[in-house]
């Protein structure tokens, strides 16, 4: 069965044969993956999903691709949800889960659109996998390319953390590091995906990529025994993840999985130094002006958002909010977290966990009102942003006087402030 | 002036497949209507109804986004490369 019956423009509403395209011949918007929803829900059921793969793929009747083509999988998916009583607490938040995704198989949520892309690109009969990155696409791209027996070329900002080019370098791709910043790599990785027949993730492959971070909002809503949360709190890169986890509480209602619609409230999170949606938020216009990115929260530094008019919709629609931290904040958050509930996240985390601390202080967040935040990604990629404050409380000789002399017992931190 | 303006692969039905064109004008406005007079229908593609850059259409003069720049007024330097490459989505 052919799932997807055509490419359909956001902007201008023109359709295209489904097909490695870019963008939309005539206005260049993006196009988005037409389903045959009432096919769909007929195949579909909370049952059928259950047997499934504890993978994104149980909900492959959701996902741009064929029943029968080879999926290129890592297990991406199906990340833990898990409650967060003590980060609540601190915060004022009654209810609060986390969303971990920490735990893919490169360690953040890119595997979920990865592992769609890929399998789409075998499906079109392309070889090569490639895609301009802030690290985490990368290191995805080079891990499923591995997998799959794909070549693969990645272009990163030359300025990446140590561990995002390592953790790509390290699967055996081509890895060009470009200088300049990401939006200046995406500049080229358009003119490059002109000239090759390959699968670029973010470009000719993004109606098929971007639909892999429904299944975040699938996955939330299942593991909440199928309910909707209140609010999302999400962070904001290119937009894309944001526009398509709302898809996805719509979808679920869409193909009868949900018996009524989404009411979940979505939130968005941007750093300070790279905020061009957060400020056309505050600014309450519609036009997302470009920056250029200055923050620790590198995977976030996209300062020419090809989503950021869709997920200001996106927000604005579902009675959501969008905030920024600086960059202390976002180390603040990083600490915070890990403190409270064991789990290490990259700077991105950083800026969603500062964001929904700032939310929470507002108000936005009623008493009782369930509350998710999407930890997208890993501390170990990012150790630069926490070293300074993440340090040995002491360095001794292996002298128990010393050991003695050196710690206060009674102070040994309990994970409180 | 003549300038030079590379053609990403949407547009390149209107220039018969070139990847790379010439235009004249001191200006992106002025490009863009002489780009209409050689290819009809190529401002339809780059403007919206009220004469304004598309949303998703990015315009580079050198390596510098016009939007960071003068917008459509945004001047061009003598012998530098004008760049109209689609938005792109990422991460």
Redesign the interface.
Known sequence: MAKIEQLKCR?CARTYDVGPL?????????LEAVYDYDAIARSISRETIAAGPHTIWRYAALLPVDESTPRVDLGAGFTPLVPAPRLGAELGIDDLWLKNDTVNPTYSF?DRVVSVALTKAREFGLEVGA????G??ANAVAAHAAKAGMGACVFIPADLEQGKIVATAVYGSALVAVK?N???V??L???IA?NYPWAFA??NM?AF??EGSKTLAFEIVEQLGWSYPDHVVVPI??G??LVKVRKGLDELHRVGLMSSPSHTSVHGAQAVGCSPVAEAFVRGVE?V??Q?PNTIAK??A?G?P??G?YALKAVRETGGLIDMVDDDEIVDAILLLARTEGIFTETAGGVTVGVLAKLAKAGTFKPGERVVALITGMGLKTVEAVAERAKPTATIRPVLDEFEHQIDIGAIPRGKS | MSVKIRIPTPLRKLTKEQAEVEAGGGTIREVVDDLERQFPGFKERMCDDNGELRRFVNVYVGEEDIRFLEGLDTKIPSGELVSIIPAVAGG
């Open positions: 902007e870019h963008v939309c011949e005539f206005c260049f918007g993006p890119k895609c301009a990155s802030t985490n696409l300049g990401y939006d200046d995406n500049r990785c358009a003119e002109d973010n470009v993004r990529y971007s890169a290119s894309a993840q036009h002006r470009p250029k995977s976030l996209i020419n090809a989503d008019y």
